[in-house]
């Protein structure tokens, strides 16, 4: 049972290419791997607690105020992080800038709490919403990875293609500027939609 | 001025909300799919917009800004609030949808009907929040030049949602791959909507 509450929101019903969750804040993060990884983590740190906090106080919340008891849990969390990314690695907290605060409208949260905390027990609860970051993470992963290696020919900032393959040193290559401008984000992520409709039919829109 | 009308064509086409930072993505993707709604959210992101970014602006700048307090008393002069401006901003957001709701229900039953089910659904649209914390990233001096921000991203928003709903009814006419049907080639068509976009970056103002 709690296999298949982890395993099913990374492929089958990823929260990105799926149930089309969280894409706001997520896709000007993907330049660099280094910002990727590092909201991956706050969102699953975020997704994973903020359920599992829901899911123990759910049969107290009164229904009509549910959203904005949601909204005070979320936002906590996320000032943690903010206020610990802004302590232990200031630089990667200004290239994330206006997007950690984004967390908290980040729908995979909201969706998350609304479709599984409210109506399940915490620990699975906890489960549940870590899944879904993970979920979010590998696609923020994938789309930074292949950013940043065609963009900038760098992983993690370490130059990977070799420098003296670069036209300006005589060599054959050039980085694909295109790649670092915010429109290739969308268009990476409607690939890879591609493969994995491709790959699992009945996930096909009619 | 002239400052004035700076900040609002550069909100509207070079730092357009959708195409430059992605925000309020999800609704935009989800109810872009006739013209006649996409204009309905447009309208009521462009409505809550204009009201709550001038209101976190001062919130901002009158309690939270370091020192801010000290009009209160002067004992105040070096508390610093701003670690808690997430939670004000999306308290502030949530509590004024909820208000123009209720108001808009009142009033004009007609543009509640319409705008219906949109409104609360702006209470966790990104855009709204992202403006405020544009809002407090970018230092804006003036409540006006606050207010022109808000009001040119939300028309920049409003001319996004349109233009792919638009796009949208006439791709329903199209022979796509299968797999790619739906939302795969949705996302590329935002893509390259947002490469010809990028044309106005050139401009200076």
């Known amino acids: 049972m709690n296999k298949k509450i982890f395993t099913e929101p990374l492929f089958k019903g990823n929260p990105i290419t799926v149930l089309v969750l969280g894409i706001c804040s997520a896709l000007a993060v993907t330049t660099k791997l280094e910002p990727a990884i590092v909201m991956a983590i706050s969102v699953t740190i975020v997704t994973g607690f903020s359920s599992f906090i829901i899911s123990l106080i759910r049969n107290t919340i009164p229904n009509r105020i549910r959203i904005i008891v949601q909204l005070v849990v979320v936002a906590m969390l996320v000032i943690l992080v903010d206020q610990i990314l802004k302590a232990y690695s200031y630089e990667v907290s200004k290239q994330l800038s206006v997007f950690v605060g984004l967390i908290i409208t980040n729908c995979i949260i909201m969706g998350r709490i609304e479709a599984f905390a409210l109506g399940n027990k915490p620990f699975p609860s906890l489960i549940d919403g870590l899944a879904n970051g993970f979920g979010y993470g590998i696609i923020l992963v994938v789309i930074a990875f292949v950013r940043e290696f065609f963009g900038s020919g760098t992983l993690f900032g370490i130059q990977i293609i070799p420098l003296n393959w670069y036209l300006k040193n005589g060599g054959f290559y050039e980085n694909n500027g295109l790649m670092i401008l915010p429109p290739m984000a969308l268009i990476l992520i409607g690939l890879i939609i591609w493969v994995q409709r491709s790959i699992s039919k009945d996930l096909i829109e009619k | ?205």
């Open chain 2, 1 to 205: 001025m002239q400052e004035l009308v700076n900040i609002f064509v550069k909100s509207i086409f070079m730092e357009n909300m959708i195409f430059a930072y992605f925000l309020g993505m999800c609704s935009f993707l989800a109810v872009s799919k006739s013209v006649k709604t996409a204009t309905g959210l447009g309208i009521a992101v462009i409505f809550v917009l204009v009201i709550t970014l001038p209101v976190n602006y001062l919130i901002y700048k009158y309690v939270l800004l370091p020192g801010a307090l000290s009009w209160l008393s002067p004992q105040f002069a070096d508390l610093d609030l701003s670690f808690l401006s997430f939670i004000i901003f999306i308290a502030v957001v949530a509590s004024i949808t909820q208000l123009v709701e209720m108001v808009v229900e009142k009033f004009t039953p007609a543009l509640y009907s319409s705008l219906g089910i949109f409104l609360p659904l702006i209470a966790v649209n990104c855009a709204i929040l992202g403006g405020s914390l544009f809002m407090q990233e970018r230092g804006y001096e003036t409540l006006g030049q606050a207010t022109t921000f808000a009001l040119g991203s939300g028309v920049g928003w409003f001319l996004a949602i349109v233009s792919l709903a638009a796009i949208r009814e006439k791709l329903k006419y199209s022979n796509i791959p299968a797999p790619l049907r739906g939302l795969g080639i949705t996302f590329i068509v935002v893509g390259l909507m947002g490469i010809a976009f990028m044309s106005f970056m050139g401009i200076k103002l």
